[in-house]
């Protein structure tokens, strides 16, 4: 608007206010009125005043110092000086940029804010200590980067193979610092992995060996599987993409009169013409553990139900076990065996030590004589499994000799993890227990995963208490009543009991199944039965004469994996037994191990997190104790420690990449140490802002305010008192 219609429409507004106030000859209100007219039209012209920046009243320039924590920074090959060693590249950039030295230089003339990274921002991860991240997002944390400018001290590792981003005008200028060294020389590298590590005798896996390779592209490589250091397998790749994979399928052997055995592969690869600059990355170890043949089990069922039948399927079909079952009809026995056991001749229930787990159903004083309690518990001290998988296996009936069945049953229940009473009908709600065994039958089905999508259960089994020293693999529960056990385990002697205190389990055969390393499992409820029956297999752990074992959870273990190591005893005792456990790498090194006493059955557990690749022996010795190991003749197991980390694949530094990411921005590189550009940079910044000078409009000074309100209302408190509308 121009100034002539401003005074043009100012004028007119004051002089319809004239006329009524000389109308009303009241020329007060008049006055105030015109005051705050005016005072509003001078606001809204947009009234200002500048004033001179001052330099220190200018807001630093903000600075996102980037730190990659990435697996690859670990990498012992920055060079700081010639006249001194290679140092990690963390380290490296660490010293010359995070110290607080170079910080308070930084924070002198910018607002510094450390973001670790790896696939992504880590605002608070400590970057000092070491790196450990499995992959690096690197273009896609910079463009989420909010800052004036901004600091990357990298390698230039990006693991998602992500393009550049086209903005990154977020991150301000950026600059970088590149550590590391550029590896160009031709280089293979190899990862290699069994798809099961743990299998049964006569079973096969498959070895993957994953080569990698820089500078072979349109070559030959030769990749060789070796056993026990033999060469039993040879493969000849053409190396046309920046990877390739060979596969293996291997059938680990089991030496006669042994119940298991760690066999040893190493995969290895080499250029089949000319050499490579770096072999140390060529060979990969595995250790796959084989335990004796097929699980054998016996299942005693006197009123067939669904919750036996669907056991029974499952254990029919599945390769790994061998099913014996004897069922009841009514009065009559009935012999369904299956699998090569025992002879079908043979009476299996006078044979228990033929079977690795005896499974009672109901009503079992159908199918056995009086004598089967006795040898039912002997059975389960020496080391067998017995499973209670319908609750009370026995109940008496009309016609029996009451003193044999009661005899019997209290031997039978004097295996059981709990004291049995009556069963209580309602539906009921499943979740885990309290035990936390990584290798139990629960193992991987976690809470919120799995359990809490499952059907409610359509009855429990009462119960007086458990017994001391039992644990709660499952828990159960009605709408409004108290937690009960609905699946409980108890160490007998060397064996081991299993009560599931639940019906309608078998419901769970109708859901997809979980466990991607059995393609036999077809449904939850296989995972969990193969699981649980083959945690109880396992119990026998113990060699002819042998009164200690010991075992690892897993024998291929990735870096910085734990590994559980567990060490069983039988007939020792636990205050006069001194344990030494030592984990040594190939290399030479050692590290001590402690085992803590676990359980009042003797066993010992102790954790061992690897920090190399390789291949570690752990050694089992009893100082003081030649009766249990001797010295000469420690008990050992093998474990293979690898690395399928992207980052550790290839650990070559990538310059360029830092080099294409800044230079759009206006950034350049820095070499390591050097720190003035940046700071040149940040200081100009913070010039420019202080040489703006700062504009004050009218709206925003509090007198103007004052004024146009206070004219308002005290014109209308006078109208008011004068008795005007």
């Keep these: 608007m121009s100034w002539g219609l401003i005074v043009l429409v100012l004028a007119a507004v004051i002089f319809s206010g004239l006329l009524t106030a000389h109308r009303e000859r009241q020329y007060w209100p008049l006055v105030l009125r015109v005051v705050a007219v005016l005072a509003l039209g001078w606001v809204l012209l947009g009234h200002s005043q500048a004033r001179p920046g001052i330099p220190g009243d200018a807001t630093p320039p903000r600075l996102s110092v980037l730190i990659d924590w990435s697996e690859s920074m670990a990498e012992q090959d920055a060079v700081v000086s010639p006249d001194t060693p290679a140092a990690s590249r963390i380290k490296a950039v660490s010293d010359a940029y995070l110290s607080d030295e170079a910080l308070a230089k930084l924070r002198a003339i910018a607002e510094v804010e450390l973001l670790p990274f790896d696939e992504q921002l880590r605002p608070n991860s400590p970057y000092w200590l070491s790196p450990t991240g499995k992959s690096t997002a690197l273009y896609r944390v910079v463009a989420q980067t909010n800052a004036d400018a901004t600091l990357i001290l990298s390698d230039g590792h990006d693991t998602t193979r992500q393009s550049l981003p086209g903005d990154l005008s977020s991150a301000g200028r950026v600059f970088a610092v590149p550590v590391g060294t550029p590896r160009s020389a031709p280089d293979l590298g190899l990862q ?22 820089s500078g072979f592209k349109e070559q030959q490589a030769i990749v060789e599987l070796l056993h026990e250091g033999k060469t039993i397998e040879t493969m000849t790749l053409t190396l046309d993409q920046r990877s390739a994979i060979a596969r293996f399928t291997v059938t680990p052997p089991l030496e006669a009169g042994r119940t298991m055995q760690a066999n040893h592969y190493t995969a290895r690869v080499r250029p089949a013409n000319g050499d490579e600059a770096y072999p140390d990355n060529n060979a990969g170890d595995i250790f796959i ?34 099913l014996t079952a004897l069922y009841a009809y009514g009065k009559e026995r009935r012999s369904r065996l299956i699998g090569q056991t025992i002879d079908p001749t043979t009476d299996p229930v006078v044979q228990l030590d033929t079977f690795d787990i005896v499974i009672l159903g109901r009503q079992v004083q159908r199918l056995v004589d009086k004598g089967f309690g006795d040898r039912l518990v002997d059975y389960v001290r020496g080391g067998g499994a017995v499973v209670f998988a319908r609750g009370q296996p026995s109940a008496f009936e009309a016609g029996q000799d009451f003193d044999d069945w009661f005899a019997m049953t209290q031997k039978i229940d004097s295996v059981s993890p709990v004291n049995w009473a009556e069963p209580v009908l309602g539906e009921m709600r499943v979740r885990l227990g309290d035990a936390d065994d990584p290798r139990g039958p629960l193992a991987g089905l976690q809470e919120g995963e799995v359990l809490t999508r499952l059907p409610g259960m359509l009855a429990a089994t009462r119960i007086d208490g458990r017994k001391t020293a039992s644990l709660v693999l499952l828990e159960q529960q009605s709408q409004d009543g108290p937690v009960m056990a609905a699946m409980t385990s108890l160490r007998v002697g060397s064996g081991v009991s299993l009560a599931v205190l639940t019906e309608g389990l078998w419901r769970w055969e109708l859901l997809p199944g979980v466990d991607e390393q059995d393609s036999e499992v077809e449904s939850i409820y296989g995972v969990l039965w193969v699981r649980a029956l083959q945690w109880l297999a396992s119990g026998g752990e113990f060699l002819p004469g042998q009164d200690i074992a010991l075992e690892a959870d897993r024998v291929t273990a990735e870096l910085s994996q734990p590994i559980n190591l567990k060490i069983s005893t039988r007939y020792v005792e636990t205050n006069n037994v001194g344990l030494r456990l030592t984990a040594t790498h190939s290399d030479g090194t050692s590290e001590q191990l402690t085992p803590m006493l676990s359980d009042t059955a003797g066993t010992y557990t102790a954790m061992f997190t690897p920090q190399q690749t390789g291949v570690y022996t752990v050694r089992l010795t009893t100082p003081g104790r030649p009766d249990l190991v001797e010295a000469d003749q420690p008990l050992t197991t093998r474990l293979a420690v690898i690395e399928r980390s992207p980052e550790r694949r290839d650990t070559s530094a990538r310059p360029e990449a830092l080099k294409q990411l800044v230079e759009p921005t206006g950034g350049q590189c820095l070499d390591l140490g050097e720190i003035a550009p940046l ?31 206070g004219c308002l209302g005290l014109e209308w408190i006078i109208r008011r008192r004068m008795g005007l509308r």
């Design 192 to 213: 290699a992995w069994p798809d099961s590590d743990r299998l049964f005798e006569d079973q096969s896996t498959t070895i993957t060996a994953s080569i990698r390779h």
């Design 289 to 322: 553990q084989t335990s004796r043949g097929q699980v054998k089990v016996l299942l005693l069922e006197g009123e067939p139900y669904w919750d036996t039948r669907s056991l029974a399927r499952l254990v029919t079909s599945h390769p790994r076990f061998d």
């Design 679 to 709: 700071i040149d940079y940040l200081q100009s910044l913070q010039a420019l802002r202080g040489s703006e000078d700062t504009v004050d409009y009218a709206f925003n000074i509090w007198p103007v305010f004052a004024l146009i309100a």
